[in-house]
């Protein structure tokens, strides 16, 4: 990356004031080039990670590590976003500088026509690099024919939404990152906190699909091993993928019966008598007080078996035998082998959801109210049902959850002045910051008067609560007007960790 040349200024400074206007839209675009190859970079690495970049081969890279590049790649976009801000605060401030106007001068002599000598101190054949940016497109966008090294995006929320996009909610909102090598095209594609990318090795002819990082990925084929004969068991080796389960063993032989405890005496057997005519059915008479059991008689010789007579009253049970002893245990049958371990998938992030922000904010430590975007795991994060309450969510508790928010807010109506920001998270009774104040100095903006955005994120447990709130404070020196959300450029992100 080369680094931007400043011409050489004499003890004696000759720069007129458009010369120092034009170096500082040099600076800009110098800054611009340089922020493009860092993008550039980062989806080399990304290449690399995937295994897709050309000319270089190597073993393939783990979930762990692919999460991990994809985290270092938002970082370095994020920190890019925010230069893009200063870069283009700097360049409205630039080029809003009036021209001071002097007395003309005489008009000098008319020189001779000539070719350009040199360009930023460099004579010669000189080749200019730069990097395009298309800040608006025209008609309906097809993202096939982006084959050129640049940045574009869309118009805004109301623009046609472009062919050959992925599946995302918002299509019309997107921007979209290009690099080129040779034939080699690739394309990074951002909206509302998603990122896909794909690639082309035929300027554009064809394209792979697009892959959508950070989604998981088609669950491997299981194994399948032989199941092995029983046999002894081995040591235990590293804990593998379970194997089909192997016969069982031969039972041990059964240990010796107890004893057989003393049975108790038998009473004697009543003579059974003539059943008579059955009687009219008389009135219930009350119940009589219950006789003393009699005692037990002694057990008789056994005579011939008879026929069976009414049953005794039941003797007194035997102390139980003595318990024999346990059989021996039969020889543990050899583990079968080990069947091959299938590919595993890519790690999946479930339990997320997507609230977008409404109405107004508070300037006193009031909740926001929201409405649902995108939810994949409404057991475990909700709005209240019915919706009587938005300003809060439901939650588990004693849960860890990763909240963060990106809102775009709206000053009503415009005026110059500052605004400062403060966003909580309340789970219970516990208040927690969410970033830093957020200060803001608002002005008239073509673009988006009034408008600015504000992000940030933090990790909360809920301890025992069942719900949590985001909660806003503000201060500004511009009387008479109110901060909305601007909500199609608002959200805020819950995903479940742990």
């Known amino acids: 990356m080369s680094q931007p040349n400043v011409p050489n200024i004499t003890p004696t400074i000759t720069l007129t004031r458009d010369d120092a206007v034009n170096l500082l839209l040099s600076s800009i675009a110098m ?142 909102v997107w921007t979209l990152y290009v690099s080129r090598v040779g034939n080699f095209v690739q394309q990074l594609y951002t909206s509302n906190l998603v990122l896909y990318y794909r690639s082309s090795t035929d300027i554009g002819a064809s394209w792979t699909p697009w892959l959508e990082i950070g989604r998981p990925g088609s669950t491997g084929a299981t194994g399948i091993g032989p199941t092995g004969a029983t046999g002894a068991r081995g040591r235990t080796g590293a804990t593998g993928v379970t194997g089909a389960t192997g016969a069982t063993g031969a039972a041990g032989a059964s240990g010796a019966t107890g004893l057989t405890g003393i049975a108790g005496a038998t009473g004697s057997t009543g003579a059974t008598g003539a059943t008579g ?90 909740p926001i109210n929201f409405t649902q975007v995108f939810n994949n795991s409404p057991a475990t994060i909700s709005l209240p049902e019915p919706p009587e309450q938005p300003d809060y969510i439901i939650v588990l508790p004693d849960t860890y959850y990763l909240v963060s928010y990106s809102f775009r807010l709206r000053v009503n109506p415009v005026a110059a002045g500052t605004v400062k920001v403060d966003i909580f998270v309340v789970t219970g009774a516990t208040l927690q910051r969410m970033s830093a104040i957020e200060e803001q100095r608002i002005g008239p903006d073509p673009l988006a008067p009034g408008e600015f955005t504000v992000q940030g994120s933090c990790l909360v447990h809920t301890n025992i609560n069942w719900d949590l709130a985001v909660i806003t404070s503000y201060l500004t020196d511009i009387a008479g007007s109110q901060i909305e959300f601007v909500n199609e450029l608002s959200n805020l992100s819950i995903i479940q960790i742990m």
Do not use: C, W
């Not at 000098?108 to 298309?134: C, K, M, N, R």
């Not at 056994?302 to 035998?321: M, R, S, V, Y």
């Open 277 to 366: 005519v059955t009687g009219a059915i008389g009135i219930t008479g009350a119940t009589g007080v219950g006789g003393t059991t009699g005692a037990t008689g002694a057990t008789g010789a056994t005579g011939l078996t008879g026929a069976t007579g009414l049953t005794g009253a039941a003797g007194i049970t035997g102390a139980t035998g003595a318990t024999g002893v346990p059989g021996a245990t039969g020889v543990t049958g050899v583990t079968g082998a080990t069947g091959q371990s299938g590919i595993t998938g890519p790690s999946p992030i479930g339990n997320n959801a997507v609230f977008s922000p409404t109405g107004l904010i508070q300037s006193i430590y009031n």
């Open 31 to 172: 800054e611009e080039l340089g922020l493009a190859h860092i993008i550039n970079a980062e989806g080399e690495k990304i290449q690399l990670a995937l295994g897709t970049l050309p000319g270089l081969s190597g073993p393939p890279a783990s979930i762990d590590q692919v999460m991990q590049v994809n985290r270092s790649a938002q970082a370095i976009l994020e920190t890019i976003f925010r230069q893009e801000i200063i870069l283009d605060s700097k360049l409205k401030t630039t080029t809003a500088l009036s021209p001071v106007a002097g007395p003309v001068g005489p008009t000098g002599p008319t020189g001779t026509a000539g070719g350009v000598l040199s360009v930023d101190g460099q004579t010669g054949e000189v080749i200019l690099h730069y990097l395009p940016f298309s800040d608006a497109l025209p008609g309906t966008p097809n993202l096939d024919q982006y084959v050129d090294a640049g940045v574009y995006r869309s118009e805004g929320p109301d623009a046609p939404d472009p062919l050959n996009t992925p599946p995302v909610l918002l299509p019309a």
